[in-house]
Each structure stands twice: as structure tokens, then as C-alpha cells.
């Protein structure tokens, strides 16, 4: 799938799905239940590789992760993470390492930051590559942040907004927003006209995304947003299936997985 027949599911008005994916077995299987995006998100240096943060993931972990991802699901619609330090020195950094990526299967790159990644989305979508921008929590900025609800009060939460607009007008093609108010997001969502995706932001955005091993109950200390769906289903396709048509349903997430 190519970003135009994803974003035309949106425009139709369906609720899009995203779930993190990091190798050829799950690819096939979350495709086969009908995942829209599979994910191949930094999430993978904790969930995959036992760090206690994404920053210590390199380029090469997800060219590799990537390519095994593209190899389990030939036709699925794949968005890659740039990591930690592969894209934030210069808009041409950041081509070298996404042309990498795309090389390997993305069929789009994800990276944090508001307005200071204008130059850089422009740079890269001038040139072929499409891009999802990542606001609110920005798990590479942990340092800065902690892993706490972003975008609180209303100067942080006009900041949010206005780098929104700036992204959506320089050419970003989704947005995610993670562990934001839910009024908040549904309030970028209404003002942007390309998609949201959502994680710990409220039901109303475009999209949702959960990390694949929330789901399925595998995190020892999962964040509040997400849900463990393999709790109530009992095998892996069912809990896929169960995350993918409460979404769709604008079921998920509900009022106690929102801020
Ligand atoms: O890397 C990742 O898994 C992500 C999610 C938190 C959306 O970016």
C-alpha cells in the first residue's frame, strides 16, 4: 500500500490502525488482521533489546528491523522511526539516514520535533520521502521530559498547536501526537487536515497506535494509555483483531485510557 490509498481511508472517514512491528513474523500476522501502518518504531531498544530508553538505538538497528518487517508483509503500508541522532543535525543528515530506511522497506519515516524540524520535513519530502511528525511525548527527548503527560497548560499546549500547523504546512503527511490531553488532541485534529494518530491523546484523533507489546501484555509496567488485549481475548490474532475493530469503532481508547 502507498500513502495515497492510506490517507484516502481517512478522508473516507475510517479510523486508521497502527501497531509497532519489529520483525517478519508479526508483520504477516498484524496484516493479516488488518493493521493499516505497521510500525517499526525505536520502541524496539526496550521492547526488543532490554535498554531502559530509544536512545540508544542506531540507524543500522532499524535498517534491520525494517527490512525483516518489509520481508514478512511485502504490501503492507510501513512507517519507520529516524533514531536518536540520525536526523537533528542538518536537513541533509536526516536524507542520508531516511533514504536508508526507504532503501530497506519504509514506505515513510516518523521523527520527533516541533518547528526546529521544518527545514528538515521540507528537505525530505521535497525529495521523495514521506514523513509522519511526532509531538507531545517525544520518548528521545526522556531526558528533558520524563515519560510524563505533555502539553498541560495553555502556553505549552498553544506551542503544540502552532508547530502542528508549521508541520502540516511544510509537508508532513501524519502527525502523532502521544500522551497529550484528549481535548487537546481533538482539538489539532479538528484544525489539521492531514491525519492524526493517536497514543495516550484521546479517541478523537484520525488514527491510533498502540505499541505491540502493550497489547498483548507483555510490558511490566505498561503505561496507562495502553490496553492489554491479550487479557481478554486469549491468543495473539484475537487480541490484534480485537485492538483493530475497537478502533475502528471508535471504541478504543476510552475514558480510562485518556488524560
Ligand atoms: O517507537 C514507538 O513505538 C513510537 C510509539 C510510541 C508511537 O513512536
Sequence with gaps: MYLPQLLKKAADGEKLTTLTCYDASFARILTECGVDILLVGDSLGMTVQGHDSTLPVSLA???????????????????ADLPFGSYQ?????????AARLMSAGANMVKLEGGAVMVDTVAFLVQRGIPVCAHLGLM????NQTGYRTQAKDSKAAQQLITDACALEATGASLLLL??????????????????????????????QVLVLHDLLGLTEKPPRFAKDFMAETGNIRSAVQAYVAAVKAGRFPGPE???
Excluded: N, W
Design 61 to 79: 538497528d532499524m535498517i534491520y528491523h525494517t527490512a525483516a518487517v518489509r520481508r514478512g508483509a511485502p504490501s503492507a503500508f510501513v512507517m
Design 89 to 97: 543535525v542538518s536537513p541533509q543528515q536526516a536524507y542520508e539516514s
Design 139 to 142: 520518548p528521545q527527548s526522556v
Design 178 to 207: 502521544e500522551s497529550i490531553p484528549a481535548l487537546l488532541a481533538a482539538e489539532v485534529s479538528k484544525c489539521l487536515r492531514i491525519p492524526t494518530i493517536g497514543i495516550g491523546a484521546g479517541v478523537d484523533c484520525d488514527a
Design 257 to 259: 485510557h485518556s488524560f
